[in-house]
């Protein structure tokens, strides 16, 4: 095995396991924080309060590994040269979640205890922070509807089917905890669980594409 390959190995088998390291890491830090509920809250506002900075370094860490892994998807694509697109959406999404966790999110639904449902008007942190959660929430399943219709184009109806399915399911789980963040009543409580099956479907299918690739340079 060359230099070349073993460094892309290394690079998939960190996009194999940030996804489960990062929701570990955001579920423990939720159940031990007093007055965070998973259900309603965001994982962004875990970097708020005491203890903050286990959130702050799970975005960056993460946003590290997938930086990796979109370039040992490119580095391993060999005869999927059309799958460049894809690298490049989840390399997107790997720098938004760095920045995500260089600026941090404001006060929404209630926490930390004391701050109002929303703030009248988001703070420059905030805005930025919102701004860089973009590539993942609209890069992502854009990465993984890509990838269904290379999929599907090469005969592999099987992978074609879960890489859509997963887009589908984590943009609309997406849409559904915006507008809950955005107070929405009948949304509102269950935002922070909407959001956590968007980025748990989206975050596996990263799991499984890094696998894939890394089975197939081996």
Do not use: C
Request: net charge positive; proline share 6%.
């Amino acid at each position: 095995m060359t230099s070349r390959s073993r460094l892309t190995r290394a690079l998939l088998r960190g996009g194999v396991t940030a996804g489960p390291a990062f929701l570990a890491t955001a579920l423990t830090a939720g159940a031990l924080r007093k007055d965070y509920r998973q259900l309603r809250h965001p994982v962004s506002s875990l970097a708020l309060g005491p203890g903050g900075r286990v959130q702050v370094t799970n975005f960056l860490v993460t946003g590290g590994l997938y930086l990796g892994d979109a370039i040992g998807l490119a580095r391993s694509a060999g005869a999927h040269r059309e799958s460049k697109a894809v690298p490049m959406l989840i390399g997107s999404a790997a720098v938004g979640l760095i920045g995500a966790g260089v600026f941090v999110t404001d006060p929404i639904s209630g926490y930390p205890p004391g701050t109002p449902d929303q703030l009248p008007e988001n703070t420059r942190t905030g805005w930025l922070h919102d701004i860089f959660s973009m590539p993942t929430f609209l890069g992502l399943p854009a990465a993984a509807a890509v990838e269904a219709g290379h999929a599907w184009r090469r005969g592999d109806r099987v992978w074609a089917g879960y890489s859509a399915g997963s887009a589908a399911v984590s943009l609309i789980m997406f849409v559904l905890a915006t507008a809950g963040f955005a107070q929405q009543p009948r949304l509102v409580d269950r935002a922070g669980l909407n959001q956590r099956i968007a980025v748990g479907t989206v975050f596996g299918w990263l799991t499984a594409l890094a696998f894939r690739r890394l089975q197939a340079v081996r």
